[in-house]
């Protein structure tokens, strides 16, 4: 194919088109070393900080940072490597969320969430005039979104890049074609979501034996095809990926699935856009909160989990009393149901995001929690703003996503959180990727109770998402911390606690990352992470008021760079393989 044939013309042209500033991008970036430990802290002026979760793709953004990049350089370069060695979670098959914000505390965000085909109907994943479950609707083609990571990418290196965009691919084509090891968390992924990992023929000759078992752990995995790609898309730009052969294929691919084939045309990547948002920002404490707005429910969500606590002595209860976690779990509750009533795409629902992180109606919600006994049932309030056209719909379990951070010597820090949603996404391989299936982030029963639901399915519309890159300035306007999470629902109670535990009870951003998640997404129903202390708090707990808690197993996974008496230190989940890395 020609796509595959333009290889041989970059071969000779990377090296002639090489830009001043940085080594050539057909030659290799300096090879990495071991990942340098950030957690003691680095100086504030150093070339910056990474913290993702893989110490491969932290060393990519480092790279760029070595080299004089920005915050975003090393962004994208890290978003790009984990492409390869983290395809189960995110890549350029999918889509995510940035968060900009420089050392003056002015805050950016850009929405690269994927966007439903034109040719998509609130019906969407109804055959024969029923719904799909939930685990039949996420294989194959009906799942996919077109992807916009490239296209975020694209936009906010325009705007903040400081090396050339064929630069920011060198770590992750070496990776794709000199290999990488397979770790442990991949093994266990590949063995536990088989149903879409293996699921294309050529995802099945990457990562899978003959026998049909996963590689094991260690086995080296050679991905020419991606780095093919990235190599047409380190010189040809971004557009290269929406129009032309990669279009053609990625629309064929999904039109022609083995399992639930939908309509994808190439006018639909063609016309994808990624799109400024407006940050949404509010006060907790002394500090000033800024994440990212619809379509996803992450900033909204977080900082009202944080809001309704506010005028709660969280400080000194501290995280060894069940009280504490007891009132994270009722604002969880509330929050939660606004986000199922109110969130979805922007463009095509009027969402009320001023009335939802109003002080006053947060106060008001508040005032529903108690501190020794639980609301009978969490409903919705009806913030200022608020147009009650739709039903509140039921939550979806989603999985799979990852977060990463990079600050630079100039004090701009970027928080992305990018996904391909479930473990290998829709299963689907183009050219290297999988993509993402993330159109099951909509609601698949368009309708409830006789309305529409707001995150129904319509063409070109965005998904609702729980991400929730986010960072925090400190009363004396400098960043005090950028922080993510991985795992779906749960990331805006991992957000929200990590906070807790950084502004509240005074821990690292690591011991913060580390506490027990406790999750409480509405209804009656409250998990917490087995193993931990708050398993031992469940009948504490009961005696709260808490009638059904249930211990279960994590699947949790963040990332934090913050910002202590000149030092930037980094942070990365102990669930996770992550790393912070410094140049």
């Known amino acids: 194919m020609i796509f595959l044939r333009a290889l041989r013309f970059l071969s000779f042209s990377t090296v002639l ?21 950030a957690a003691n802290g680095i100086p504030d002026g150093s070339p910056g900080l990474v913290s993702a979760a893989d110490p491969r793709a932290a060393e990519a953004g480092a790279q760029m940072l070595r080299l004089g990049g920005s915050a975003t350089d090393a962004a994208i370069a890290t978003m790009l490597a984990l492409t390869v060695v983290e395809p189960q979670s995110s890549g350029i098959g999918g889509g995510g969320f940035l968060v900009l914000g420089d050392a003056a505390g002015v805050v950016e965000t850009i929405d690269g969430r994927e966007t439903a085909p034109k040719a998509a109907t609130p019906l969407w994943f109804h055959i024969d005039g029923k719904p799909l479950a939930f685990p039949d609707a996420v294989p194959g083609g009906r799942s996919v979104g077109v992807p916009g990571n490239l296209r975020l990418a694209a936009l ?3 705007k903040h890049g400081r090396l050339s965009w064929r630069t920011l691919f060198q770590p992750a084509i070496r990776l794709a074609r000199e290999g990488f090891a397979i770790t442990p968390r991949m093994r266990a992924s ?10 294309d023929p050529d995802a099945r000759a990457l990562f899978y034996a003959a026998d049909g078992q996963p590689l094991p752990t260690g086995a080296l995995v050679r991905n020419p ?8 898309l380190a010189a040809r730009g971004a557009d290269s990926f929406y129009t032309g052969d990669n279009a053609t294929l990625l629309a064929t691919k999904v039109g022609t699935a083995p399992i639930n084939p939908a309509p994808m045309s190439t006018a639909d990547l063609a016309g994808y856009k990624a799109v400024e948002r407006p940050p949404v920002c509010g006060q907790y404490r002394q500090y000033r909160i800024c994440g990212m707005g619809p379509p996803s429910s992450g900033a909204t969500t977080v900082f009202a989990i944080l809001k309704q606590i506010e005028r709660f002595d969280i400080k000194v209860l501290g995280p060894a009393d069940p009280q504490s976690w007891h ?18 795409d922007a463009d095509f629902v009027s969402v009320p995001v001023a009335g939802l992180v109003d002080p006053a109606y947060l106060g008001e919600r508040s ?9 009978p049932t969490a409903l919705p309030g009806t913030p200022p703003g608020a147009k009650l056209a739709f039903a509140r719909a039921a939550p979806q379990e989603e999985h799979g996503t990852t977060h990463f951070v990079t600050v630079d010597r100039w004090g701009n820090a970027a928080s992305y959180t990018s996904t391909i949603e479930g473990p290998f996404g829709s299963g689907l391989m183009v050219g290297g990727y999988y993509l993402n299936n993330e159109l099951t982030d909509f609601n698949i029963m368009p309708d409830r109770n006789g309305k529409p639901t707001a995150n129904r399915v319509e063409g070109g519309k965005r998904p609702r998402s729980s991400m929730a890159p986010t960072l925090i300035y400190g009363p004396d306007g400098k960043l005090r911390l950028a922080i993510g999470a991985a795992g779906g629902t749960t990331i805006p109670a991992q957000v929200a606690k990590a906070i807790i535990g950084v502004l509240d009870w005074n821990l690292s951003a690591r011991d913060a990352i580390a506490l027990p998640v406790i ?8 998990y917490v992470e087995k193993g931990t202390t708050l398993e031992a708090m469940i009948p504490a707990l009961q005696q709260l008021g808490h009638a059904k808690v249930i211990a279960r197993s994590p699947s949790f996974k963040a990332n934090a760079i913050e910002r202590i008496g000149g030092l930037w230190r980094g942070a990365a989940d102990p669930r996770s393989e992550g790393a912070s890395v410094a140049p």
Do not use: M
């Open 367 to 375: 005032a529903l929690i108690s501190p020794t006994a639980t609301l």
């Open 17 to 37: 088109l090489a830009s001043a500033c940085v080594p050539p991008p057909g030659a290799p970036v300096a090879p990495p070393g071991p990942p340098a430990s």
């Open 327 to 344: 009132l994270i779990a009722e604002s969880q509750r509330l929050a939660y149901a606004d986000r199922e009533q109110y969130l979805a």
């Open 225 to 232: 095809a991606l780095a093919t790609t990235f190599e047409i």
């Open 190 to 199: 590949l063995a536990g979501a088989s149903r879409t990992g293996a699921l």
């Open 519 to 526: 999750f409480a997404p509405g209804g009656d129903t409250v």
């Open 156 to 158: 906010a290196h325009n």
